[in-house]
């Protein structure tokens, strides 16, 4: 049978061996949600790198920039790390470099494996199905927050882990805690994420509604997935 393990935080990979593998690098709060909504309205290309700078220098080349840390974004770029600001006609057709405090660093750390699909709630079944068509095995990698686990992630990775029990089975602890964690709290997500760091984070910020929006499941039938250096679909 495939196996399906979990990768709770970048700083992890070293652990797995990604060779051969399908991986799914998931941030739900909020760089793989943007992503997803990104290319659902109509951009054709993201390319995911870890640095503010190198970012902005993809604009000389046609590339409108999207930058954030901390939840910030630094003034001079066009979109911040918003799923709303990628619904709007500018995005569509368009080419976009993206940094993000932990989503492009987990994309980053990923390039080694077979495929590397993106994940969110908002694209879940697409993910699925592309898994269940896989026939090796396939890693979560989840994006977390500077190195550390967050709840969101691992529910998501939990989630996936439900929808192909059967197929797979769980390669260790950490895809075991993601499903259990899941099945706690699958009735109601907005509830179960309400006291995690990254909620704390972006209520602090006054951004209450991209909560509601990146645990919405299946808004979406798009699955990006990296192509060399870049995401396409
Ligand atoms: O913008 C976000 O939601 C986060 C920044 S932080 O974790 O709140 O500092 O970035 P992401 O790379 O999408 O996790």
Known sequence: MQKIDVCLSPDLIHLYDLAGKAVVVVDIFRATSCMV??????????????????????????????????????AGFDFDNSPFSYQVDRVKGAKICVTTTNGTVALRRSVQAAQVYVGAFLNISSVVRALKAWSGDAIVVCAGWKGKPNLED???????????????????????????QYNLASSDLITAVKHSSH??????????KDITFCLERDRYDVLPHLQGDKLVL
Not at 37 to 50: D, L, M, W
Not at 199 to 208: A, D, H, T
Request: include cysteine.
């Open 37 to 74: 909504t990104a290319f659902a309205h109509g951009a054709v290309e993201i390319i995911p790198v870890e640095d503010v700078d190198v970012c902005a220098s993809h604009r000389e080349q046609g590339y409108l920039i999207s930058a954030e840390r901390n939840g910030v974004t630094p």
């Open 199 to 208: 909620v704390n984070r972006l209520l602090g910020l006054g951004i209450e």
């Open 154 to 180: 691992t529910l998501f990775a939990g989630a996936v882990i439900d929808e192909l029990v059967g197929q797979y089975t769980v390669a260790d602890d950490a895809a075991l805690m993601a499903w259990k």
